[in-house]
Nanobody, 127 residues
Framework: EVPVVESGGGSVQAGGSLRLSCTASGYPDSRYCMAWFRQAPGKEREGVAAICRDAVATYAESVKGRFTASQNNAYNILYLQMNNLKVDDTAMYYC?????????????????????WGQGTQITVSS
């Protein structure tokens, strides 16, 4: 088991910014990728951004140009800088991580390919 803890959620007006942090423990091999997902009420959980050990960042189309993911050198802390937030960004944001697999390598924003999840942090964007 790899403990995953998110922080930094809150409420903001549209156009504002927030920064999320995620800390994952466990052996480095259990953390090939770290990613942010989100789930709005009544909707499926969707991938937002991921960074893997090859230093490649992957983003959902809906957040490109607004959100930036970054990671520390120990690959155990993942940040998500969210700028120009929109009402549609309102959701519970989850951090996830998992060991390498071919599925994860090819599907970095796919919920099913991640093994370890945090409890989530709420982001609410008001108009």
């Amino acid at each position: 088991e790899v403990p995953v803890v998110e922080s930094g959620g809150g409420s903001v007006q549209a156009g504002g910014s927030l920064r999320l942090s995620c800390t994952a423990s466990g052996y480095p091999d259990s953390r090939y990728c770290m990613a942010w997902f989100r789930q709005a009420p009544g909707k499926e959980r969707e991938g937002v951004a991921a960074i893997c050990r090859d230093a490649v960042a992957t983003y959902a189309e809906s957040v490109k140009g607004r959100f930036t993911a970054s990671q520390n050198n120990a690959y155990n802390i993942l940040y998500l800088q969210m700028n120009n937030l929109k009402v549609d960004d309102t959701a519970m944001y989850y951090c996830a991580t998992g060991p390498w697999s071919q599925n994860l390598q090819n599907g970095r924003l796919t919920v099913a390919y991640y093994s370890f999840w945090g409890q989530g942090t709420q982001i609410t964007v008001s108009s």
